[in-house]
């Protein structure tokens, strides 16, 4: 069993930055890969970013790359998403996801992934 905990969400303007984080628990959480996803308001769950936890291993969505940031400190079982340049439409709640042995174009797929935290919201005005 693992549990998932997202915090860090917010209200900012366009052109801003916030950080997310991930506090992971568990007995094996060194064998997840954790990912992040959001959902906006009547819209799919997409993937946003994913980092598997002793590979080191990034992935991002095309629509973030070069703005957001994903890492880790395995320390503290926790994962960060550092996002800059915040668009309007990165508006949404966003989940942290955690899944065993999920590795390449599989970590985009929400099925993929056993456990998840309840979401933060992130709000970006214009």
């Known amino acids: 069993q693992v549990q998932v905990v997202e915090s860090g969400g917010g209200l900012v303007q366009a052109g801003g930055s916030l950080r997310l984080s991930c506090a992971a628990s568990g007995r094996t959480v060194s064998t997840y890969t954790m990912g992040w996803f959001r959902q906006a308001p009547g819209k799919a769950r997409e993937f946003v970013a994913a980092?598997?936890?002793?590979?080191?291993?990034?992935y991002y969505a095309d629509s973030v790359k070069g703005r957001f940031t994903i890492s880790r400190d395995n320390a503290k079982n926790t994962v960060y998403l550092q996002m800059n340049s915040l668009k309007p439409e990165d508006t949404a709640v966003y989940y942290c996801?955690?899944?065993?042995?999920?590795?390449?174009?599989?970590?985009?797929?929400?099925?993929?992934?056993?456990?998840w935290g309840q979401g933060t919201q992130v709000t970006v005005s214009s």
């Open positions: 996801a955690a899944g065993r042995y999920v590795v390449g174009r599989n970590t985009a797929v929400p099925q993929e992934y056993d456990y």
């Open positions: 980092s598997t936890w002793s590979g080191g291993s990034t």
